[in-house]
C-alpha cells in the first residue's frame, strides 16, 4: 500500500489548494494547504480523510451556506485540467459531509449531480454511499436515471456507487437488506456498450450473490434470455462466487447440469510440501451417461489456519465437454507461497475436485515451514 498512499500526496495536495484559491478566492484555503505537511506515514483512506476535513473545515469558516459553497468552489475548479486524479476523493467526500449536513433535500440532490460532474476526473462511487445510506430511495431513483447518461464514467457509477460490498467503501446496511433495489440499474446497463461499465456490472451481481443467490440467478437467467454478444461473458463473471461454491442453480444457468462422471484422484507429486514450493496433482475424469457432458472443473485447496482449524479455497481448473464414453487426463500445480493476502501455516492440509459443484477426491498433504 506505500505506493498506494503517495497517490496523494504533499505536492497532489499543494496543487488542489492553488487552484482552489485560484478559482474560489472567498474562501481561505489554509487549513487544505497546511495538510499538505501533515500526511506523514498515513494510509491513502487515512490521507482522504485527513483533505477531506480541512476542505469541510476551509468552507465552514467562509462566508455563506456550506454546502452550495462547495459545490460553487468544486465547480469553478472543473475547467481546470489539473483538477483530476486521486485528490478529488477528498473533494468529493467534503461535498457528501456537507451536503448531509445540510439536510436540504435541494443540496442532496444538487450533490448528487455534482458527483456525475466529478466522477469522470475520478469516480464519485465512495462519497455517493453515505447520501444513499441518508435517503436509499431519492438517491437510487437519481442513479437509475444515470443509467441512460452519455458518459460511461456516469454509468459505470450508477452500478460501480450502489455495490453492497464495494472495497475500500462504507457498508451501506439497505443494499444488503434490500437486494431487488438495485436489480433496475443493472437490468439497464448489463448489454452497455462500454466494458468498463459491464464489467461493474458483473461485479455487482456478484457483490449481491453473496446474500441473495436466487436472485441473482434469476436475473442472470431473465439477462440470457435478453442478451446480445456480450452478455455471457457478463452472467459468467458475475456468477463466478457461485460457480465456486457449486451453486446447483447457476451451474446450471451456465449450462453445468449434474452428470454421470467418473473421477480418479487427484493424485499429488509429494505427501510433504515446504514452504515455498509447488504442488503437482493429475486426475482423470470420464463420462459414463448417454449424453455430452459440459463440465467446470474446480479445485478446493484446504488450509490449515493458525489455530488448527481449516478453511476452503477454490480455484479454478477450467471447463470442458466430454462426449459418452470420452475420458481425459488433466493436471494442475499450485504454488505455496507466503503472501500479504494469505499466510500459509505449518501443518496438516487437503486437496479435492469440485465437478459441476460435486466435490471428489479429498487427499491430504503436511505443509511444512522452510
Request: net charge neutral; with cysteine; hydrophobic share 45%.
Amino acid at each position: 500500500m506505500g505506493v498506494m498512499n503517495e497517490l496523494i500526496d504533499a505536492q497532489a495536495v499543494k496543487t488542489l489548494a492553488g487552484i482552489l484559491t485560484a478559482v474560489a478566492p472567498d474562501v481561505t484555503w489554509e487549513r487544505t494547504a497546511a495538510a499538505a505537511s501533515l500526511l506523514g506515514d498515513l494510509n491513502l483512506r487515512a490521507r482522504t480523510d485527513l483533505v477531506a476535513g480541512a476542505l469541510v473545515d476551509d468552507i465552514r469558516n467562509s462566508p455563506g451556506r456550506a454546502y452550495p459553497t462547495a459545490a460553487a468552489s468544486f465547480r469553478a475548479a472543473l475547467p481546470v485540467p489539473e483538477f483530476t486524479g486521486w485528490t478529488l476523493w477528498p473533494v468529493s467526500e467534503a461535498a457528501a459531509t456537507l451536503c448531509l449536513e445540510s439536510g436540504s433535500s435541494q443540496d442532496f440532490d444538487d450533490a448528487l449531480a455534482l458527483l456525475t460532474e466529478l466522477t469522470p476526473r475520478l469516480t464519485g462511487e465512495f462519497a455517493i454511499r453515505p447520501l444513499i445510506a441518508r435517503d436509499p430511495d431519492r438517491a437510487l431513483a437519481a442513479v437509475l436515471d444515470w443509467t441512460s447518461h452519455p458518459d460511461e464514467h456516469v454509468r459505470r457509477l450508477a452500478s460501480e456507487g450502489t455495490r453492497p460490498y464495494l472495497p475500500w467503501a462504507v457498508r451501506v446496511p439497505a443494499l444488503v437488506q434490500r437486494p431487488e433495489a438495485t436489480v433496475p440499474i443493472l437490468d439497464a446497463l448489463y448489454r452497455d456498450p462500454s466494458e468498463y461499465v459491464r464489467r461493474s456490472v458483473a461485479n455487482h451481481l456478484n457483490d449481491v450473490a453473496r446474500h441473495a443467490p436466487d436472485l441473482v440467478v434469476a436475473t442472470a437467467r431473465k439477462w440470457l434470455g435478453a442478451a446480445d454478444n456480450n452478455t455471457g461473458q457478463v452472467v459468467r463473471h458475475g456468477l463466478r462466487t457461485l460457480v465456486k461454491k457449486g451453486h446447483a442453480g447457476a451451474l446450471e444457468v451456465l449450462g453445468f447440469t449434474p452428470a454421470s462422471v467418473v473421477v480418479t484422484g487427484p493424485r499429488l507429486d509429494r505427501d510433504v510440501l515446504t514452504i515455498p514450493g509447488e504442488l503437482t496433482f493429475s486426475f482423470e475424469i470420464s463420462n459414463t451417461g448417454a449424453r455430452d457432458v459440459r463440465l467446470a472443473l474446480d479445485y478446493v485447496v484446504h488450509y490449515q489456519k493458525a489455530n488448527g482449524t481449516q478453511s476452503a479455497k477454490v480455484f479454478k481448473i477450467s471447463t470442458l465437454t466430454l462426449a459418452p464414453g470420452e475420458s481425459r487426463s488433466l493436471s494442475k500445480r499450485h504454488a505455496f507461497r507466503q503472501m500479504t493476502t494469505r499466510v500459509h501455516h505449518p501443518g496438516l492440509h487437503a486437496l479435492e475436485l469440485q465437478v459441476n459443484g460435486a466435490l471428489h477426491g479429498r487427499t491430504e498433504f503436511r505443509l511444512e515451514a522452510g
